[in-house]
């Protein structure tokens, strides 16, 4: 692109424009109050979010609830494994019992987590449960006795009332990490609290699982009890901004439900306020992406959790005390690779794009899962042993899953309005809930005997999993825009510089193949420091000619409009400097500070793509950044572009192209505005003169003296 007009005056204040087609974004809003602890962890440089006390409280009463919870559930599954052998359907069942409440009741929190006292929800809803599961003891201590195989089903009421009581938890303690730590911790926060469920689903297994066999079902459940009252201490001491309700906070817009004259009222309101983060939800291309990344997680995991147990016992060839005990290593495990992807993506996920992290995290869950559920081992006493040799694969399913799990959560708070959290988490929730469900109850059907149709879900989730990476990628694109749009930066980051030379090396190969691109004179350029390539422009493929044989990366201006659109990511990475040409002073302003940070700019004096093929007029964008810089100007003719690619064409042709640059133009800072277009007429005779042409129309038009004459410099 280039600039019509040199301005004068002092630049105005840059800002950018958006684009109709971009993701509506609007950024997290500040909590109204900040723990003075969370404020001095930042300021001393701790750089860890563990350093700010109310996180640590958070994190600490979500792990201890959420343990206790999976923990609970482990006793509940190791009586039935301990007294069943193959218990794959019981499994299934108790764990449909734990999801079912879920997809009930999870439309409607929502509201609720967004009107009421975050804090007192969370730390009541802990101490209602360590009263609910002491009950259970006496019916766990009789899982050896044979009238267990009729009586656990008395379990499964048991498990759904504590998780219906649970459905609120994951919601608010989600809304409240804005709460708790500075906006710079915020990404490593959300994914760190969003896998505490995780962490506890694997490492609980392994826990519960191991004391079901050392000391019986029984002795799980006091443990469990233990973890809720430690859950109850953590979250009392929240700081006060917890107890905040969302839609008083800055920005709420919706009625305060608890406002409404009656019962009827209040249920109609929260219908209403439900109803609406319903809408938001589908009419965010972003937020849709990841309830749907979150949905194939949480199916995937309920998919492999059922094809464990059976793959335990029919092909690794464990007997059943053996099973429970593998079962809760390779639980262990894949918690500990999960740990590990959650700190990994917490530290990446304000630098590394979603384009990368989601689709690499499909195929690397697809792949590990693919290894894990096809290995048989051996059997007799060996089998334990044998079993024990896919806990690295376990590992790697973990780390997959961790970046995938631990990110989505960090993007939804990148992306969701403060207000509308609740609700938008509790759609979430109900909506791989069901999913859950769904493949749960499918599962459930399957006969225990039937070896043929679980191969044939072991083979195909794996793989459908990697099926899906291009569909996740066109999604990632999508949700890419929404978080990072209208978010410009003129100095490209570690992630742009690696997508630019990897884009880069295939690009040159296709234009050293298809259009045989040779380059001369490129030794002139310097290898470091600003400067300026203007080029002639007669085809669209230009900017791809010109940067793909450089030897410095060369990026490129272009309108904010189409920068903030569809295409964001692509510019993004490119490396493109966006220019706000709703105002020349201010696009000029900012490719100024551009060039200022060293980089190398391509540039096109001629503004546009030539209509008839010839070189057009100049505009004195590229010498008046020159002059107010000192950055050189290097000449670059582009030669075969118009044969091998013209405005018209359809398809580019195999023509030869051939890019030489000339010899550098220094304007000097003192050279006088009317002086400029002879600059601009100079870059495009040397340009001619590469190519072979006659030079263009000039921009210079001297002021006529007296007599007709023109007026000489010094009388200018």
């Known amino acids: 692109m280039a600039l019509n007009d040199v301005p004068s005056g002092p630049p105005e204040a840059s800002a950018g424009t958006a684009s109709p087609g971009a993701e509506p974004h609007a950024p997290p809003v500040q909590p109204l109050a900040q723990p003075p602890d969370a404020a001095a962890g930042e300021a001393n440089g701790s750089g860890t979010v563990f350093a700010n006390r109310a996180f640590r409280c958070l994190f600490g009463g979500s792990l201890c609830s959420t343990l206790g919870d999976r923990l609970f559930n482990m006793a509940v599954i190791g009586a039935v494994m301990i007294a069943f052998g193959q218990a794959a359907r019981e499994v299934a069942l108790i764990t449909i019992a734990g999801v079912l409440p879920q997809v009930l009741v999870y439309p409607f929190v929502g509201s609720m987590v967004d009107a009421v006292d975050r804090r007192r929800l969370m730390w009541g809803i802990c101490l209602v449960k360590m009263s609910l599961v002491l009950p259970v003891i006496y019916l766990l201590s009789n899982a050896g006795d044979p009238s267990f195989h009729e009586s656990w089903v008395v379990l499964l009421p048991a498990v759904f009332v504590l998780s219906l009581i649970s459905v609120p938890f994951s919601p608010a303690r989600a809304a409240a990490v804005p709460d708790v730590v500075p906006a710079a911790r915020l990404g490593m926060a959300a994914s760190l609290l969003a896998a505490t469920g995780l962490i506890s689903i694997l490492l609980g297994t392994f826990v519960g699982g191991k004391l079901a066999v050392v000391l019986g079902p029984a002795w799980v459940v006091p443990i469990a009890a233990g973890l809720f009252g430690l859950g109850v201490v953590a979250l009392r001491a929240l700081p006060k901004s917890v107890a905040v309700p969302g839609m008083r906070r800055p920005g709420g817009e919706l009625e305060h439900a608890a406002g409404a004259a009656s019962a009827a009222a209040r249920v109609k309101a929260y219908l209403r306020e439900t109803w609406t983060g319903l809408r938001y939800c589908t009419q965010r291309r972003g937020v849709t992406a990841l309830i749907l990344f979150e949905t194939t997680f949480w199916t995937t995991a309920v998919t492999y959790y059922t094809l464990h147990v059976w793959h335990a016992v029919t092909k690794l060839h464990l007997a059943e005390k053996d099973s429970v005990a593998y079962f809760a290593a390779a639980m262990g495990v894949a918690g500990l690779g999960l740990i590990a992807g959650v700190a990994l993506i917490g530290k990446l996920c304000r630098i590394v794009t979603p384009l990368y992290t989601y689709p690499l995290s499909y195929l690397a869950m697809g792949a590990a899962m693919a290894v894990i559920l096809g290995r048989e081992g051996v059997a007799g006493p060996d089998a334990l042993s044998a079993a024990y040799t896919q806990l690295p694969w376990l590992f790697a399913f973990g780390v997959a899953g961790g970046t995938l799990i631990g990110r989505v959560d960090a993007d939804m708070l990148a992306v969701v309005e403060a207000p509308l959290r609740g609700r938008v988490f509790s759609v979430k929730g109900f909506v791989f809930s069901a999913a859950m469900l769904g493949t749960l109850f499918g599962l459930s059907l399957i006969d225990p005997k039937d070896d043929a149709a679980f191969e044939t879900v072991a083979y195909v989730a794996p793989r459908m999993l990697m099926w899906l990476a291009p569909a996740v990628l066109v999604l990632a694109w999508l949700l890419d825009c929404g978080i990072y749009a209208n978010r410009a930066k003129v100095v490209a980051g570690p992630v742009e510089i690696f997508s630019y030379w990897f884009a880069r090396a ?111 007029k100049p505009e004195n964008g590229v010498a008046f950044l020159a002059k107010r810089t000192g950055a050189p100007v290097y000449p670059v003719a582009i030669k075969g572009n118009t044969k091998a690619y013209w405005r018209q064409a359809r398809f580019p042709r195999p023509y030869k192209i051939t890019v030489i640059v000339g010899d550098p133009i220094v304007i000097p800072p003192e050279t006088p505005r009317q002086e400029i277009p002879r600059y601009s007429d100079l870059i495009m005779e040397r340009i001619a003169e590469m190519l072979g042409e006659p030079p263009p129309p000039k921009a210079y038009q ?10 000489s410099p010094a009388a200018e």
């Open 506 to 616: 295939f690009t040159q190969l296709a234009a050293r193949t298809y259009f045989r691109q040779t380059l001369v004179g490129g030794e002139k350029l310097p290898r470091s420091g600003p400067v300026i390539l203007a080029a002639n422009h007669g085809s669209f493929g230009d900017p791809f000619w010109l940067g793909c044989m450089m030897p410095r990366r060369v990026q490129y201006l272009m309108h904010a409009s189409y920068y903030n659109g569809i295409g964001h990511p692509f510019y993004r990475l490119m490396a493109t400097v966006p220019v706000d040409t709703t105002s020349q002073t201010r696009a000029l302003k900012q490719l100024a500070a551009a060039l200022e940070e060293g980089i190398c700019v391509g540039m096109f004096p001629e503004g546009h793509v030539s209509d008839d093929q010839k070189l057009q």
């Open 702 to 711: 001297p002021k006529e003296g007296k007599g007709g004459q023109p007026e």
